[in-house]
């Protein structure tokens, strides 16, 4: 797709082909941090190029941009969007810590993931708590980025003991986990307050981790899909651009029990949710989105997980402590 959108003819200025060439990669680099995918490149960059050329008083520039643009549209329009439009999604792994870990361990933590070979085609997020985000700013390694496990709902105020998406951004953290099972059942956070969390952290800006999942007396009781379409409902009331969205089927059953879902029960939900997304939001979001799973994956399970056509990563408690995760993130590469 770059190589389409900068494909320049040679009359095209030196100059000008660097200025544009720098953009664009710019551009690029943007889309993939706001966890956009192959898909949706191209009208990303047709936007922000738009946005560009309506600001810029520099003709040289002003001239490049316009040529990329002319370009862009012109690939859009003969088809080259659709193309992309397969869902080739890149897979994606979390470590959600939990309230795990001290300085000393978290530094250990880190500097095994910087000294690990990872497989460079997934998007790898660590989840410390709070109190050690700023830490692991510091320590986490490049192609690593850090996730807060919660924030509010509001940007600031009265409500001692939270944190706010804003805060989250001033330190440099771009993305939040929401909805996890342990804030819905323990904390007792309803499907309202998910809501206005996920509304409220992608005004912000920050990406977000949706979470959604059966107890084990709703499965038996053969409610799994009435729950997560109810889950899936609130937290697509707080999305209005999904491309920062990735959500998490974890059924809580699964969650730190050692009982993993088989692969056929998670690819039969993460069909359904895509499903969900197709008929409720759209066909270009449910292509799109990651649909991640979690509940006690290790590195023994991961690969059959992985497997899976509408697995599209993992989100990881208890393993992503311990040197598997390694494993687990280059599950798709030892398929
Ligand atoms: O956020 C992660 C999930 O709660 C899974 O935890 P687990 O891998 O320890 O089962």
Redesign the pocket.
């Known amino acids: 797709m770059l190589h389409t959108i900068c494909k320049f003819n040679s009359n095209v200025m030196l100059g000008k082909l660097y200025l544009s060439l720098g953009i664009c990669v710019k551009l690029l680099y943007d889309s993939k941090r706001n966890g956009i995918n192959k898909g949706q490149n191209v009208v990303f960059i047709c936007n922000k190029l738009s946005t560009i050329a309506g600001n810029l008083k520099n003709t040289t520039l002003l001239s490049g941009v316009a040529y990329i643009f002319h370009q862009a549209k012109r690939d859009v329009s003969s088809g080259v969007q659709a193309k992309n439009m397969d869902p080739e999604r890149q897979f994606f792994v979390?470590g959600?810590w939990?309230m795990n870990g001290s300085r000393r361990e978290i530094e250990d933590l880190l500097k095994n993931l910087e000294k690990a070979d990872l497989n460079p085609e997934v998007e790898v997020i660590v989840a410390p708590p709070s109190v050690y985000l700023e830490f692991s700013k510091c320590r986490v390694p490049k192609n690593i980025m850090l996730a807060a496990q919660n924030c509010f709902k509001v940007a600031k105020g009265a409500f001692t003991g939270e944190i706010s998406p804003a805060m989250l951004k001033d330190i440099g953290i771009e993305w939040v986990?929401l909805g996890?099972?342990?804030r819905r059942h323990i904390f007792c956070e309803t499907d309202t307050l998910i809501c206005e969390k996920v509304n409220h952290s992608r005004s912000e800006g920050l990406c977000v981790i949706a979470?959604v999942g059966e107890k084990l007396e709703e499965r038996e009781a053969g409610k799994t899909q009435e729950v997560i379409s109810q889950q899936m409902k609130s937290i697509a009331e707080g999305v209005k651009d999904w491309s920062g969205v990735v959500i998490?089927y974890?059924p809580v059953w699964?969650?730190?029990?050692g009982k993993t879902a088989t692969p056929d029960q998670a690819q039969e939900v993460h069909c359904r949710i895509r499903e969900w997304l197709k008929e409720n939001v759209s066909p270009t979001v449910a292509a799109c989105t990651r649909i991640i799973y979690?509940?006690?994956?290790t590195g023994k399970n991961c690969r059959e997980l992985a497997k899976q056509c509408d697995v599209d990563g993992f989100?990881?408690?208890?393993?992503?402590l311990k040197p598997e995760f390694i494993d687990i993130i280059n599950a798709t590469k030892q398929k």
């Open positions: 979390g959600n939990k986990i996890h099972s342990e979470c998490a974890e699964a969650i730190g029990t979690g509940g006690s994956v989100l990881v408690g208890g393993a992503s």
